[in-house]
C-alpha cells in the first residue's frame, strides 16, 4: 500500500483539564420537524462557518459530544451533532432500523435543516450510517471522517447479532458499571468518569428499553463493499487502546483507492470524547479546515 497520512495526536492536558459537570455542558438540545418525524440536534459554531454534521455511537446521543463541540466551534467549523433514532430527543422509529434505514435518517435531518453540502463525523455504531448516507449521497458530503469504525468481518457481525438487547435496568439501577469493571477500562480521572457515567446513563434511560437496537443492525451490515464503493475524501480515526484497531488492515486495503488519511487519538480506548477530546476534536475537525 502507498504511503499514507498518518499522525499521533497527543494534546498536553487534555487528559487532565476538568470537564463541565453540568449535564448538557450549556449547550442546549434543538427539535427540527423531517420526514420521519422530530430528531433532536445540538448546534455550535458561527452560521458562515463550514458545516459538519456529527452522529453519535450506539445508545448515546448528541449529549456524548459536549465536551468536544466547543473545541470543533473553535477550529472555525459549524457543527449539527444529530440524536439519531431512538437515540436523545429523537424518538425510536415504529420497528427496528437496518443501517440503510438510519442513514435515510440521517438524509431526512440533513434535508430538514437544508444542508446542501457539508462534512460528516460518524463515530462507531453509527458511523456505519455516515458511510452508507456518503455512498449513497457522495454529491452532498464534502469530506468523510469514520471514527472508531466498528467491526467488520463475519465474526464481529455475528458478535453484534448476539449483543446485548439493552442496557436499560428497569429495576432503576445505574446501567453504567464502576470503572475497574469496563473493558477496556476507560482512561479518565475521577471526575472525567463522574461526568461521563452521568451522561452515558441519562443516554441509556432515555433510550429505554430499545437502547441496543443501532448495535444490532450491524450484524447483517457488509461494511466492506461500502467502503470500496467510497468516492469522497475520507479519513480513518483510532484511538491507541481501540479495540477494533485490529482490523484496520481490513478497512485500509478496502478504502486503498481514496489513500485516505490517518489519525490515532494517543492515550484512549473507546471514549475519547471523555478522555481525550481536545485531541480528538483535532483528529476529527483537522480534516475539514483549510491545509489539515
Known amino acids: 500500500m502507498t504511503q499514507l497520512d498518518e499522525q499521533i495526536i497527543a494534546l498536553p492536558g487534555d487528559d487532565s483539564e476538568p470537564l463541565d459537570e453540568r449535564l448538557d455542558g450549556g449547550i442546549p438540545a434543538w427539535l427540527v420537524q423531517t420526514r420521519v418525524g422530530g430528531m433532536g440536534y445540538r448546534h455550535v459554531g458561527d452560521e458562515q462557518a463550514p458545516v459538519v454534521v456529527l452522529v453519535h455511537a450506539v445508545p448515546l446521543s448528541s449529549l456524548a459530544w459536549v465536551s468536544v ?3 470543533l466551534a473553535a477550529r472555525g467549523l459549524q457543527v449539527y451533532a444529530v440524536d439519531m433514532p431512538g437515540s436523545g430527543a429523537t424518538p425510536p422509529a415504529p420497528q427496528p432500523l437496518s443501517v440503510q434505514g438510519y442513514a435515510d435518517a440521517l438524509g431526512a435531518f440533513v ?7 457539508f462534512g460528516l463525523i460518524g463515530h462507531a455504531s453509527h458511523a456505519a450510517a455516515a458511510l452508507r448516507y456518503t455512498v449513497d449521497h457522495p454529491e452532498r458530503v ?6 472508531k469504525l466498528p467491526y467488520v468481518d463475519e465474526a464481529g457481525k455475528e ?5 446485548t438487547a439493552t442496557w436499560y435496568h428497569a429495576d432503576g439501577s445505574a446501567a453504567m458499571p464502576p470503572i475497574d469493571q469496563w473493558n477496556p477500562r476507560p482512561q479518565v480521572n475521577e471526575q472525567r468518569f463522574r461526568v461521563m457515567t452521568m451522561r452515558m446513563n441519562f443516554d441509556m434511560y432515555r433510550a429505554g428499553p430499545r ?13 466492506l463493499p461500502d467502503l ?13 487502546g481501540d479495540h477494533f484497531m485490529a482490523h ?6 478496502a478504502a486503498a483507492h481514496l489513500r485516505p488519511s490517518i489519525r490515532i487519538v494517543e492515550g484512549a480506548t473507546s471514549w475519547p470524547m471523555y478522555e481525550r477530546p481536545r485531541a480528538w476534536a483535532e483528529a476529527t475537525g483537522s480534516f475539514f479546515a483549510k491545509g489539515g
Open 69 to 71: 463541540l466547543p473545541h
Open 111 to 117: 434535508d430538514a435543516l437544508g444542508l446542501e453540502r
Open 142 to 147: 464534502a469530506g468523510l471522517v469514520l471514527s
Open 159 to 163: 458478535r453484534m447479532g448476539r449483543a
Open 211 to 223: 437502547s441496543a437496537e443501532g448495535h444490532n443492525a450491524l450484524a447483517s451490515y457488509d461494511f
Open 228 to 240: 470500496a464503493a467510497l468516492r469522497v475524501p475520507t479519513r480513518f480515526v483510532w484511538a491507541s
Open 248 to 253: 484496520r488492515d481490513l478497512i485500509l486495503n
